[in-house]
T-cell receptor, first 113, second 116 residues
Framework: GESVGLHLPTLSVQEGDNSIINCAYS??????FIWYKQESGKGPQFIID?????DKRQGQRVTVLLNKTVKHLSLQIAATQPGDSAVYFC????????????FGRGTSLIVHP | GAVVSQHPSWVICKSGTSVKIECRSL??????MFWYRQFPKQSLMLMAT?????????EQGVEKDKFLINHASLTLSTLTVTSAHPEDSSFYIC????????????FGEGSRLTVL
């Protein structure tokens, strides 16, 4: 069936480096994508979103890239800080579906000082 | 942003007892709330969609008699785990939407249930 998945379960980086977290999706009808950050023992926090009519969107230290051709989504974090250590989930929504986001598997980002 | 509060943040109970978890939207009215379950190192799994004033819609494989959901007001939804067993131990997270099922979701801090 349709699914949203992540390539890497764990990503370790040094403080100050840039981080790239990847996500693949298979539902071609998905038209809205969201990245969430989940710190240990807490609920997900919205980071950034992107609609399917865009291929790039920037926020504060974060950039989301969308490649609809290969159904790939990435989250780039610039100058990664220890406070960025968390699990990152991508989620997709389809306007033709229930609008409830489907979460991917998650990537654990570990930032070493 | 909008704030969603869950209570309790953690609870330990004996097998066979029932546990109620509350989800409140503090500064907005939520016509729709969602309940998720998350096992360690896994993703969020949608359990049910709760609409104010009507019965919840459960995802396939989720026992509605086991996980009772009540959304009696626009700011409160409750999840009751009935006759809890150790396999029900999990992290339960609620989220709420301002604009029904189409709006941005705001998540609670989660409730960790441990059943002994």
């Amino acid at each position: 069936g349709e699914s949203v998945g992540l390539h890497l379960p764990t990503l370790s980086v040094q403080e100050g480096d840039n981080s790239i977290i990847n996500c693949a999706y298979s539902n071609s009808a998905s038209d809205y994508f969201i990245w969430y950050k989940q710190e240990s023992g807490k609920g997900p926090q919205f980071i950034i979103d992107i609609r399917s009519n865009m291929d790039k969107r920037q926020g504060q230290r974060v950039t989301v890239l969308l490649n609809k051709t290969v159904k790939h989504l990435s989250l780039q974090i610039a100058a990664t800080q220890p406070g960025d250590s968390a699990v990152y989930f991508c989620a997709e929504r389809s306007s033709g579906g229930s609008y409830i986001p489907t979460f991917g598997r998650g990537t654990s980002l570990i930032v070493h000082p | 942003g909008a704030v969603v509060s869950q209570h309790p943040s953690w609870v330990i109970c004996k097998s066979g007892t029932s546990v109620k978890i509350e989800c409140r939207s503090l500064d907005f009215q939520a016509t729709t709330m969602f309940w998720y379950r998350q096992f360690p190192k896994q993703s969020l799994m949608l359990m049910a969609t709760s609409n104010e004033g009507s019965k919840a819609t459960y995802e396939q494989g989720v026992e509605k008699d086991k996980f009772l959901i009540n959304h009696a007001s626009l700011t409160l939804s409750t999840l009751t785990v009935t006759s809890a067993h150790p396999e029900d131990s999990s992290f339960y997270i609620c989220s709420a939407s301002i604009s029904g099922s189409t709006g941005e979701l705001f998540f609670g801090e989660g409730s960790r249930l441990t059943v002994l």
